[in-house]
């Protein structure tokens, strides 16, 4: 059975960073394309970042381009987002999600961006 | 990046009914890299269809979705009271900016 665990989400002042972790189980993680998605808390989904199954191709949206970073252990099934530089509008429910597209999501981590 | 605007914001229906939810985008591009997520209150999203018409496991033959070029649109041909959610089209691609449209709320009376 496919799982999707993020951890990572903490209460975090502006201008400081945080580091997301999605640890997976069930599936072969070397084969998937995996992403990062965000939703602000009443709001849409927001798309933020995709990896390619080896790493070699990455995407960013514009919103958070040059500040955060994502990344991926094929040895250990995780997938990383690096968060530099938060913003309070960078507070949302931040989900880690398999596939091309998003075929599953997992439960999601809150981070909060505030003085 | 391709921008998606989804309409209507609310849809209110009787079980029964069939739900019409549009996605138009700002430029053209291949409806194979076109998606729909369900989303209910407190819950992660789920796959409904992907490649524009192809429906994803488990989803119900009620769900269904066409389109090309700029307009795509999921139906529900009889919505039913656990169709009750949020919908959102989703644009993705190789090396490409990936976008969600701004979502249609489905109420059921």
């Known amino acids: 059975q496919v799982h999707l665990v993020e951890s990572g989400g903490a209460l975090v002042k502006p201008g400081g960073s945080l580091r997301l972790f999605c640890e997976t189980s069930?599936?072969?993680?070397?084969?998937?394309?995996m992403s990062w998605i965000r939703q602000a808390p009443g709001k849409g989904l927001e798309w933020l970042s995709t990896?390619?199954?080896?790493?070699?191709?990455?995407s960013y949206a514009d919103s958070v381009k040059g500040r955060f970073s994502i990344s991926r252990d094929n040895a250990k099934s995780s997938l990383y987002l690096q968060m530099n530089s938060l913003r309070v509008e960078d507070t949302a429910l931040y989900y880690c999600?398999?596939?091309?597209?998003?075929?599953?999501w997992g439960q999601g981590t809150l981070v909060t961006v505030s003085s | 990046e391709i921008v998606l605007t989804q309409s209507p914001d609310t849809l209110s229906l009787s079980p029964g009914e069939r739900a019409t939810l549009s996605c138009r985008a700002s430029q053209s591009f291949r409806s194979s890299y076109l998606a729909w997520h369900q989303q209910k209150p407190g819950q992660a999203p789920r796959l409904l269809i992907f490649g524009a018409s192809r429906r994803a496991s488990g989803i119900p033959d009620r769900f269904s979705g066409v389109g090309s070029g700029t307009d795509l649109t999921l139906t529900i041909s009889r919505v039913e009271p656990e169709d009750s959610a949020i919908y959102y089209c989703?644009?993705?691609?190789?090396?490409?900016?990936?976008?969600f449209g701004q979502g249609t709320k489905v109420e059921i009376k």
């Open positions: 069930g599936f072969n993680f070397n084969d998937y394309y």
């Open positions: 989703q644009q993705y691609g190789s090396s490409v900016q990936w976008t």
């Open positions: 999600a398999r596939g091309y597209p998003t075929e599953f």
């Open positions: 990896i390619s199954s080896s790493g070699s191709s990455i």
